[in-house]
């Protein structure tokens, strides 16, 4: 697997949050956290343990694709999508275009690595034109390619917990990624609360104020 | 000479009969008398004798001074029923007759206790005609309301507890109707809205829109009159206010749609545990707001339907149906600071235990409670 490479030509991520609104941001990490959730419940709660967890990696994978469309459709003013199928045939990925991002979702074990070689992440990465100066209203055609990074979380049970979601930017020849990065865990920690804490869903208790008796005439 | 039942009140008959949903040949065939006389009671033109009235008494399970009992004149804003096409006259005339009881024992209990006062803006619409309000006067209603209740702008855990802090009287009641879901009035002169709930409708997200629902008409129908609740294209419009009214007050846009991450049934079933409301209703608002295009709309619909959520959706067995406290409260308020018996109460209002227990939800335990503590006064020595 390949590594990141430590320099830096320009920040990528500026361009990025340009023209990617926030909103979108938080709907989309929404999507991959419930991914996680929904994929671990479904898969194990059907199957054996080991069935569950060999089951679980393409289960969501669709799941977070399924909902990014989902996304899209939220965000139809700022968001396009495509469903693409890969250059053989044998399968799908999902392709978000917002303003001159482009953007795919990956699984990868930390956000320093990259994802398995695919023509399309191959063929994005080349169009972008991240050098020094990049104007993107001057560039019409390119795009900056982004990445959605986000991988299991070890310790969640079932597998039902994301460690991290991070959208990062992959160098021309997709060999590195720029040194900037936009952290959605740090961008919306109480969105991240909101899926690790499951108390956040109780019932809240309500109790009745209390009255008092009206006082007899004399009596007040 | 036949004995009758002096001072036997027919409207109280004709009322009992009508919560019962029952015709006069049948209340007839029940207590063993002919039609004619049912109706000569009702007219007050006879009353029943000794063991006919005590058929009756039996048959509605009513104490017979409630029979003897002067039938109040009130007053009372048109009845908003919230109900299928299908609700027959039958199942609306049962509903009227329990509503007012409720408003009956209610008004005796507020003698006793203090409950808290009508608490609504003064700047809520006073239109006689529904064609007044535009849909964005709703929603703005809606939005003022939340915030003159101090909500904030997310969901509302328990839409009863509110209503009932801000004097609104809301009991859950079963009318043994599926086609009514709900009926509201205002109380005058007195003004105290009244909202009275089917509890045959046991789902939780379901009934909480059933209320809201019942706030708007509360809120923006004051000046609705009756002759415009009869014409059937404006009730139609009322309906799709008060519709309206609901679905903003407990879905208000901005806080909502900042939710709404993806549009699929999956993230609405997620936030229907947050907003305790149904993903019917969420995918409503949706394209009220505007969120989804008619295809969309229909794309969801379809998929809704083939997952056969149209007669069960997901958590709605998980969530818990907001119950009614304020008048179990103010029961429990009377007999606990001593100032009268539940037998008394049930006396003096003129309705029996049963009732008072199945239409107010009164605690049978302070009903039970005066029976231990009756066995208590009177101690037993043993024989030496």
Redesign the interface.
Known sequence: MRQESSDSPLMASQVFLDHVPAGVLAAMLRAVLQSYKDASSACYETMRPRQAKDASGPFRRNKIESELVGVGERFQQVISVEDNLYKRGTGNYVELTCGVVKMTESCVPSPKDFPRDADYRETLAESTQLVLGFVPAETPGKYLYAILLHGVDGTAKQRSGCRFAQVRFPLKGFASYTEDRVDLFAMFPSIVAEYSDQSATADEVHTMLPLRVIPKIGEA | MRLGTPGFIGTRLRESREAYGLSATALAEMVKVSKQAIYQYEKGDDSPGPEVFERICLLFKHEPHFFLRPYPNWQESPKFFRSLAAATKTARLKAEARHSWMREVINYLS??????PVNLPKTMPQVEDPNLLSMEDVERYAAELRRFWNLGDGPI??LT?VM??NGIIVLRHSLDAETLDAVSAWALPENIPYVLLNSDKECAARSRLDLAHELGHVCIHQAINETTLNKQELFALIEKQAFRFGSAFLLPEKAFL?D?????L??LK?LK??WRVSIAMMIERLKTLE??DPD?HRRLRIAYVSRRWTKEEPFDREL?IEQP??I???FR??VE?K?QRAEQISANSGFSRHWLESLLAAPAEIFRDEVKLEMKVLPFKKRA
């Open positions: 003698e006793i206790v203090v409950l808290p855990p328990n507890r009932e802090q900042e709404v991450y993806s549009i699929s999956d993230a997620v545990r947050k969120i989804i969309q818990a406290a304020l179990q409260s103010a308020t009377i600071s100032v």
